[in-house]
Structure formats: C-alpha cells, structure tokens
C-alpha cells in the first residue's frame, strides 16, 4: 500500500485574499478553484511542480472556524516549505513581501527562517542538509 498526504485544509478568512498571497506572493500554483455553492469554493494551492500535495484554502464559514484563522496549531510553526536553495528563495520571497519573523539560523538539520503568512500562520522556509 501507497500512501501520502494529497492536502490539507488552511482556514482562511477570504479565498480570494488568500490565493492573493499564496499564488501572487509565495508563487503557488492555483490547482484548482471551483464553486461549489455560492458562498463555498474548493481552492487548491501547490508549489510550482508539486501538485501532489496541496493546500486547501477554506474560507471559515463559522465563529467557531474564524477564532482559528491563523492559529491552528496553538502559535506553532504550522508548514514547512522546503527549498533546494535557502538563500536564493529567502532573498525572493522577503522581495515580494513576505514577513520573515526572524533572521535566517543553521540548525543541525539545515538552514531556517519562520515567517508568517497575512493570516498569522507560521511558516518554516528549510532547506535540509543532505
């Protein structure tokens, strides 16, 4: 038996201002986005080439949903957006806006930053030592 991990839900408080970001800022793809009422869509989000996991942007429907917009794991980092190149990625991204929340570290693994997308989640960039 073959198994992985085809998406996970992110819960965001707008699908547009999210693929905004995702798509526009980090430079996802956008997989898919279909209506599914007027008020639902299924969103998909991948990084370039890797359409095998994705991203499912959940617009929060409830107060319930809303209260966890941008904390869903209690204030820990929440994804890890691995890179073949650290410091060619990190340069892009922090170019484009996106806010590193700490300077870039090494760590027995690899090299590190913590940054936070428009929602409040954090996010680790990595790359991995071999």
């Known amino acids: 038996m073959t198994l992985h991990i085809a998406a996970i839900t992110l819960v ?4 547009d201002e999210a693929i905004a970001f995702y798509v526009g800022t980090l430079g996802f793809a956008l997989v898919e986005d279909t209506a599914l009422s007027p008020q639902k869509r299924w969103v998909r ?7 095998d996991t994705c991203l499912i942007l959940a617009k929060a429907a409830t107060d319930a949903q809303r209260a966890r917009i941008g904390d869903q794991t209690g204030g820990r980092v929440f994804l890890f957006l691995a890179t ?3 410091e060619r990625d990190h340069a ?4 484009r806006g996106v806010r590193f929340l700490e300077a870039p570290r090494s760590e027995s693994y690899g090299r590190v ?10 996010w680790d960039l990595v790359e991995r030592r071999a």
């Open 113 to 122: 930053a913590v940054f936070a997308d428009p929602f409040g989640n954090r």
């Open 45 to 51: 989000v991948a990084p370039p080439g890797r359409a």
């Open 84 to 86: 073949d190149d650290f």
């Open 92 to 95: 892009a991204l922090a170019a």
């Open 12 to 15: 965001v408080p707008d699908y």
